[in-house]
């Protein structure tokens, strides 16, 4: 196929209906959005956390899949990469979404309420990392290195469609390896500072892991659904079977390794039976919160696993598009596990819980709409990208 061939392809916009959906989508949950501040700020503050997260671990788990490939030599995933650069471009949005919980983080966070660390030495011994300055300095830190990756790996991408040039591949590969410490910490510290300290009193050495195990299935899970969309669509009429089997793979591997960390991390609180550190389990075993528990593991593990473990389901369109979707709400569910024991002793779900969820839906599809227009759909400067699109198991 030719590059001339391959332009005409990979510039077809998004369907307008689409586009305005995006618009209408994004106005109702901005409504919702605020409603939910002047009516319960407290209430909305917890679900806001939850959803940046949520939107953050999207676009920081596609620039996490964006830089493995170049790490990696990847050839299959090429020519759908331009996805992941779309998604990626989600993290600016995170921060945008983060920005009111700031000027509620006494509703939020007990450390960041004096009244509450005056008389509470373990706060007292942990204020040196836990405090508001620093923690939003820690913030900017995070997301601003992660931003300045993410303009010179997607820069550099373009400018290859452009010149053809394999020294932006080289230049990326470089870039990538040392993103990868950076998005190591970086999320670590994410997770530690926004969802670990919501209970400061209880620690766990595998929280990290444990949320990027999230991370990255968010990620490719998000991608997939786009990809698999776009190509019933006619947008990638290029990619085989085996593309789509590689990425229900990676999935399904993702799946087994949160199951995994999620175990670890349970079994061995369980085993050592100590108080300062059970009462985060009990509080997620009472009140209406086990059937959420129960609910998570079946969701997040048990469907997906079944779901995707023959090498057909694997390749099979209509269930890799339902999984996607299942496995973004198992992930969603997971953060709501997570965050929410912290506010309500009993599991709450209404409309301040749907409004962010329809804001971020329709960020998602104006953002992917826009980039469509300015940038090609497939990467067609990349010299790997006849490879890719030729890549058979």
């Not at 990979?10 to 209906?17: G, R």
């Not at 995170?94 to 960041?112: E, G, M, R, Y």
């Amino acid at each position: 196929m030719s590059d001339h061939h391959a332009a005409d392809r990979v510039n077809k916009p998004l369907p307008k209906k689409l586009y305005i959906t995006g618009w209408i989508l994004t106005g109702i949950g901005l409504l919702l959005y605020v409603l939910g501040y002047l009516t319960d700020e407290s209430h909305a503050a917890f679900a806001n956390v939850v959803n940046f997260l949520f939107l953050a671990s999207i676009g920081v788990g596609s620039l996490f899949l964006i830089a493995l490939e170049y790490l990696a030599g990847a050839v299959w995933s090429v020519p759908m990469r331009r996805v992941n650069e779309f998604l990626a471009s989600l993290i600016p949005f995170a921060v945008l979404l983060a920005l009111p919980i700031f000027f509620h983080l006494h509703n939020v966070f007990q450390w960041a309420s004096p009244e509450i660390v005056s008389t509470d030495t373990i706060l007292q011994a942990k204020s040196p990392y836990l405090n508001v300055n620093f923690f939003v300095l820690r913030f900017v830190v995070i997301f601003g290195t992660w931003i300045v990756f993410l303009y010179f790996l997607k820069r550099n991408s373009v400018l290859q469609d452009k010149d053809k040039d394999q020294k932006h591949t080289r230049f990326n590969i470089r870039i990538s390896a040392m993103f990868m410490p950076v998005f190591a910490f970086g999320l670590t510290f994410l997770a530690i500072d926004w969802a670990l300290s919501l209970e400061p009193h209880w620690y766990s050495t595998v929280y990290g892991v444990y949320f990027f195990s999230g991370t990255a299935l968010a990620g490719i899970a998000a991608a997939t659904f786009c990809i698999v969309l776009l190509y019933k669509h006619g947008y990638f009429p290029q990619l085989r079977r085996d593309h789509f089997y590689s990425l229900g793979t990676l999935m399904f591997v993702f799946v087994n390794f949160w199951a995994y960390i999620a175990f670890s991390q349970f079994m061995l609180v369980w085993y050592a039976n100590m108080p300062e550190e059970t009462y985060w389990f009990v509080a997620r075993w009472k009140n209406g919160w086990e059937y959420i528990s129960i609910l998570l593991i079946i969701v997040h593990f048990v469907v997906p696993y079944f779901a995707l473990l023959s090498q057909d389901a694997k390749m099979n369109l209509p269930r890799l598009k339902f999984i996607t979707v299942w496995l973004l709400f198992a992930h969603f569910l997971d953060l709501y596990w997570l965050v929410m024991p912290t506010y309500s002793a009993s599991p709450v779900c209404g409309w301040i819980e749907i409004g962010f969820p329809v804001l971020i839906v329709g960020l998602v599809i104006i953002m992917f709409g826009w980039k469509m227009k300015r940038y090609n759909l497939i990467p067609i400067g990349d010299p790997k990208l006849q490879k890719g699109l030729e890549f058979h198991l």
